[in-house]
């Protein structure tokens, strides 16, 4: 069974954990502002986020070009 302070400390990281990282101040605070967020985990959260869907993205891009070149006339 879980102590109370595992308890709060869970319901306070929902879905996930607290991570203690050495992280460029300036970096954070230029990140979080250009996402316009008001937290740093949120702008950590997001970055991160940004990373996996642009991994998507490329897989998708790689995956299109396999199947070779595009005729125009069958884009609608």
Do not use: N, W
Not at 25 to 42: F, H, I, N
């Amino acid at each position: 069974m879980p102590t109370r302070k595992a308890a709060a400390r869970a319901s306070r990281y929902p879905g996930g954990r607290k991570k203690t990282l050495r992280i460029d101040q300036r970096l954070l605070d230029r990140v979080r502002q250009a996402l316009g967020l008001r937290t740093e985990t949120a702008a950590v959260t997001q970055a991160l986020e940004a990373v996996l869907r642009r991994e998507q993205q490329i897989q998708g891009i790689r995956a299109l070009t396999a199947l070779g070149p595009i005729d125009p006339r069958r884009i609608d």
